[in-house]
C-alpha cells in the first residue's frame, strides 16, 4: 500500500529534479512501508472475519484493498475479476483431479498407441532391471477425409473396428478373385473391398454381393491398372494404400491368390505399424537367426556372423495408420516409380530393414513377423504342413500360393481340403513347381 501512495505522489510535484524525486519517493515508500509493518502486522483494520483464512484471495482480503487511493470502480472491477479467477483455478484444479482419474481408469482398457502417447509426454526415469519396455506402437494420425471423401464414405459402411481386407484386382486375375471371394463369404468376414481397376472387376462384385471401389479414371497412376501386369499393379498398390492410411483405416492387404478359412482380424497384434506373413517355413528362416559366414583364408577369424531373415511377402500385410507406416509407403512407391526394373517385394523389405548408414536414413518402424502355420505360405503347406500328421489338423488363417506357379489349381485344393474335408486334395501336387503330369490335363 505503500507502494500505491509513492505512484501516486509522483505525479503531483514536478519542483524537484527527476532522479532525485524518484530516490526520495522510494526511500519514503519503503520507510513507511516498514512503519506499517511494525505497528500494524495484520494491516490496518483488525475487523478481519475469522473466514480470513480459508483463501488468500478471498473477501475478506480484498476488503483492504480498498482503502487506498485508487479509484473505488477501478477496485471493485479488480476484486471481481481476482475474484473470478480464484473460483476458476478452484474449478480447474476440480477439473484437472477428475481428468487425472479418468485417464487412469482409462489407461486399463486403452490401446498401447495412446499408452505410449502419454509416456512421450514428459520425461521419466528408466524403472528397474527387467521392467522397461521400448517404444513399437506409435500412435495413429488424425482421419484426414479430404484425402479422399468418396473412399472414406465406403469405407465408413466396409470397415469393422476401423479395419478391413483391401484387395486390388483387374481382368487378369478374376478367376483367383473367384476362388477368394468364395473363402471370404465361408468365413464370415464382413469387411472385405476390392479395390477393382476395371470394369469388368466392378460387375463381378456386384453382381456377387461384394464390396467394391473404382478409382477414379482421370488419376494418372491409374494408366498402370489397365491391362498391366501383375507387376505393374504391385507398384499402383502401394499408392492406392495411402488414401486408407490417411483416412485413417488399418488395412489387411491382400494379394488375390490368398485364401481365407478364418477371419484374420482374430489374429493380428495390432502392436507394430506393419504385421507381416513371412516367405520363410521355419521358426528360423522365418524369426530370423545367426547366420555363420566361413572365410578359411581369414584362419582364427574365419567366421563371421550376420542376421538373416526369410523376406515379408509384400502379398499380405497389415498396416496400421501411422506416420512410418505412410512414410514406408511412399519410400516404396517412390521407388518402384524410379527403379523400374526393382521388385516390390524387394524393395518393400529393403525399407523396412536396412538400417541407416552414410548417406542413407532408414525407416523407423516397428514390424511384427506373422505366425507362419496361421498365415500360411505355399511351401510350409506343400513341404511339411501336408505331410505331418498333426500340423495337416491345424486350421491355418490364410493360405497364400505364392510358391507355386500353378494358383487356381493350388487354390481350389486348398479349399477342397480345409473346407470341404476332401483328405487327399493335396496329394496330388509335387512339393516344388515341376509338374509330372497336369491334373486338369490341360
Ligand atoms: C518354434 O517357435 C515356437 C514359438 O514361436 C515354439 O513354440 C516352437 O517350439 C518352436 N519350434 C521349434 C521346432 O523350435
Not at 485508487?70 to 475479476?81: G, M, R, T, Y
Not at 504391385?234 to 485364401?259: A, H, M, N, T
Request: hydrophobic share 35%; with cysteine; aromatic share 10%.
Amino acid at each position: 500500500m505503500a507502494g500505491l501512495g509513492g505512484r501516486k505522489d509522483k505525479g503531483s510535484s514536478s519542483s524537484l529534479s527527476g532522479s532525485r524525486r524518484i530516490w526520495v519517493a522510494v526511500f519514503i515508500g519503503i520507510s513507511m512501508g516498514c512503519i506499517f509493518a511494525f505497528f500494524f502486522p495484520h494491516g490496518f483494520f483488525p475487523s478481519y472475519s475469522a473466514s480470513q483464512t480459508t483463501h488468500p484471495l478471498s473477501k475478506s482480503n480484498l476488503r483492504t484493498g480498498s482503502s487506498s487511493c485508487e479509484s473505488p470502480e477501478k477496485i471493485n472491477k479488480l476484486k471481481s475479476d481476482i475474484m473470478g479467477l480464484s473460483d476458476k483455478n478452484v474449478k480447474l484444479e476440480k477439473q484437472v483431479t477428475e481428468l487425472t482419474q479418468k485417464l487412469r481408469l482409462a489407461d486399463l482398457g486403452k490401446d498401447h498407441a495412446q499408452e505410449q502417447f502419454m509416456v512421450l509426454g514428459k520425461p521419466y526415469k528408466a524403472g528397474p532391471f527387467g521392467t522397461v519396455k521400448s517404444l513399437r506402437t506409435n500412435p495413429t494420425v488424425l482421419p484426414d477425409e479430404s484425402a479422399n471423401p468418396r473412399l472414406a464414405k465406403i469405407l465408413a459402411k466396409v470397415a469393422v473396428r476401423k479395419e478391413l481386407i483391401v484387395v486390388l484386382a483387374n481382368t487378369n486375375v478374376k478367376p483367383m478373385l473367384e476362388i477368394q471371394v468364395t473363402s471370404i463369404k465361408k468365413s464370415d468376414i464382413p469387411n472385405y473391398l476390392v479395390v477393382a481397376l476395371d470394369d469388368a472387376i466392378v460387375e463381378f462384385c456386384e453382381s456377387n454381393d461384394v464390396y467394391v471401389y473404382k478409382r477414379d479414371p482421370d488419376e494418372d497412376v491409374d494408366v498402370i491398372a489397365k491391362g498391366g501386369s501383375n507387376h505393374a499393379v504391385s507398384g499402383l498398390k502401394f499408392r492406392i494404400l495411402r488414401e486408407f492410411l490417411q483416412l485413417g483405416y488399418s488395412v489387411l492387404l491382400s494379394d488375390v491368390d490368398i485364401v481365407y478359412l478364418q477371419n484374420p482380424f482374430l489374429h493380428i497384434y495390432r502392436d507394430s505399424d506393419v504385421e507381416s506373413m513371412t516367405d520363410g517355413h521355419n521358426n528360423m528362416t522365418a524369426y530370423g537367426y545367426n547366420d555363420v559366414f566361413d572365410e578359411p583364408a581369414m584362419g582364427w577369424a574365419r567366421y563371421a556372423h550376420t542376421m538373416r531373415i526369410w523376406v515379408y511377402n509384400s502379398g499380405l500385410f497389415y498396416i496400421r495408420p501411422t506416420i512410418p507406416s505412410i512414410e514406408l509407403l511412399d519410400r516404396v512407391a517412390n521407388r518402384l516409380a524410379k527403379e523400374p526394373k526393382s521388385w516390390d517385394q524387394a524393395v518393400f523389405n529393403e525399407e523396412l530393414f536396412f538400417p541407416s548408414y552414410p548417406g542413407y536414413s532408414g525407416l523407423h518402424i516397428s514390424k511384427r513377423t506373422m505366425d507362419f502355420y496361421l498365415f500360411m505360405n505355399s511351401k510350409v503347406l506343400f513341404k511339411t504342413v501336408r505331410k505331418d500328421k498333426n500340423l495337416k489338423k491345424l486350421r491355418p488363417v490364410t493360405v497364400h500360393v505364392n510358391y507355386h506357379p500353378d494358383k487356381l489349381y493350388r487354390m481350389q485344393a486348398v479349399v477342397n481340403y480345409y473346407v470341404d474335408g476332401k483328405q487327399d486334395a493335396l496329394d496330388i501336387f509335387p512339393d516344388g513347381s515341376e509338374w509330372v503330369r497336369n491334373p486338369k490335363g490341360s
